[in-house]
Nanobody, 128 residues
């Protein structure tokens, strides 16, 4: 069974850091571009950023640029979202998604309609 599983969410104080992981089960993550999304309470899901198969990452959400980074470790079949200088408005369920297209080596994006697989999400709460 093909699955993406996010982990590492939890409660963190404002200004703190947290790394959430996206692990693949049943398939090789290395052949997919991976995107991160988040959905805050009462809000629509938004794209955070993505990483290509080649390992080039981009952050699309203006509110997290300079604070969040995305990396991948293909040997561990895992992609990471490192979040620094967290703010209460970063509170959300964070999802990873995988897409495999002919251009995924060089390109990735955060169009949620383009994803092949989704994880179930992990909750990140930023609060005192």
């Amino acid at each position: 069974q093909l699955q993406l599983v996010e982990s590492g969410g939890g409660l963190v104080q404002p200004g703190g850091s947290l790394s959430v992981s996206c692990a693949a089960s049943g398939f090789t993550l290395a052949v997919y571009a991976i995107s991160w999304f988040r959905q805050a309470p009462g809000k629509e899901r938004e794209g955070v950023g993505c990483i290509t198969r080649a390992g080039r990452s981009t952050i699309d959400a203006a509110s997290v640029k300079g604070r969040f980074t995305i990396s991948r470790d293909n040997a561990k079949n895992t992609v990471y979202l490192q979040m620094n200088s967290l703010k209460p408005e970063d509170t959300a369920v964070y999802y990873c998604a995988a897409v495999r297209r002919s251009g995924s080596w060089f390109h990735c994006g955060t169009s949620d309609s383009s994803m092949d697989y989704w994880g179930k999400g992990t909750l990140v709460t930023v609060s005192l």
